[in-house]
């Protein structure tokens, strides 16, 4: 396998919204499905965020159901700069990523900007860490790198 | 398992594009994923394809790549009116649809109807049809049903 990341296997996909209660209920609703309890991003001292390179406030709602194959994660950013808050602004809600689990966050995230696809945000959480890759331009769609540390 | 699908597993992320070419090698170099042919769909005759009621002569280039869990579709739509033109002219390239595998089209289809979840565009493929359901108000993201002819 080659490829920049060593992995082309979509883990997740996260789609933005205005109102992750209302989304997420409809989707509980519309496939049949627990409607799980969202909950907010952890704050800068834990998270660590970095928003275009300088540390932001940012946070955001997440919620994740379970569809089979991968998780589907809606976003509800709030309104500090965040590349959710920026893509919503742009965009309107819908799809912002694909998710991938890699290896190597620090090597990955400089592999991909000497290639040309810069980092826009990264993050800690507990038991990993995310990075969001500026892939709009060739690909359509912004990649999520995903690294779990090992239990 | 309930909800209106009777099935929660996606199987395919479908994504538009203005270059079906340049996005397709894109995508191909940054995974490290053979580049697969390009296709033209079925003219109305054979495709049958009907968007908001009325048959249409739209058609689409049309690429799959295999990302493990599921399938990513890029798709470069003619300029006729279709589901696929129509919502790149209004949220520009991105992410279109989530596709899940059903039975029984029709019924689904009505089911769908009744609960509010219009028919935007269907058609026939080779060994299947396809219909996408206008959800995007309430999932932000449209649903398309995919039914294969059993073997």
Do not use: C
Not at 55 to 60: D, E
Not at 85 to 113: C, Q, S, T
Not at 131 to 144: H, R, S
């Amino acid at each position: 396998m080659s490829g920049l990341l060593g992995n082309h296997f979509i883990t997740q996909i996260g789609i933005l919204v205005n109102d992750i209660e209302k989304t997420s209920k409809a989707y509980s609703e519309f496939f049949g499905v627990p409607q799980p309890e969202a909950f907010l991003t952890d704050t800068l001292d834990k998270a660590q965020t970095e928003y275009n390179g300088e540390p932001s406030v940012a946070r955001a709602k997440l919620a994740f159901f379970d569809m089979g194959s991968l998780q589907l994660e809606l976003i509800e950013p709030d309104e500090h700069p965040s590349t959710w808050r920026n893509y919503l602004n742009e965009h309107g809600e819908g799809p912002h990523h694909i998710a991938f689990v890699i290896e190597g966050m620090k090597e990955k995230i400089e592999l991909l900007d000497r290639k040309g696809f810069s980092l826009q945000q990264k993050g800690e959480y507990e038991g990993g860490r995310y990075a969001y890759i500026d892939t709009f331009k060739d690909l359509k769609v912004l990649v999520e790198l995903l690294e779990n540390d090992k239990k």
